[in-house]
């Protein structure tokens, strides 16, 4: 049985940091493409950052470029996203998501099998 576990959520003021991280079971994680999106109140799921196997690849949305980091350590089987400069827009549920297949585009929700249940952050102003 698969299981992504996030942790790492709380409440920042604007301007400071977090890190997520990720756990995963079940499956290879070692060969999963993974991916953070997050869900912020009222609107639609998007993605933030995704990370590829086997190249290590990364990729970001153009509103955290430059502030966030994906990362992975294979050896612990966890995914982590260094969050700073926080911005109260980047106040939301994050997930992490896992794809068994290399996803294209990356940034494609039906790409990622597994998901996680979520880690709230909360940025104020």
């Known amino acids: 049985q698969v299981q992504l576990v996030e942790s790492g959520g709380g409440s920042v003021q604007a301007g400071g940091s977090l890190r997520l991280s990720c756990v995963a079971s079940?499956?290879?994680?070692?060969?999963?493409?993974m991916a953070w999106f997050r869900q912020a109140p009222g609107k639609e799921r998007e993605a933030v950052a995704n990370?590829?196997?086997?190249?290590?690849?990364?990729y970001y949305a153009d509103s955290v470029k430059g502030r966030f980091t994906i990362s992975r350590d294979n050896a612990k089987n966890t995914l982590y996203l260094q969050m700073n400069s926080l911005k109260s827009e980047d106040t939301a549920i994050y997930y992490c998501?896992?794809?068994?297949?290399?996803?294209?585009?990356?940034?494609?929700?039906?790409?990622?099998?597994?998901w996680g249940q979520g880690t709230q952050v909360t940025v104020s102003s």
């Open positions: 998501a896992a794809a068994t297949r290399p996803p294209f585009p990356w940034y494609g929700e039906n790409q990622y099998n597994y």
């Open positions: 990370i590829y196997y086997p190249s290590t690849n990364t």
């Open positions: 079940g499956l290879t994680y070692s060969s999963t493409s």
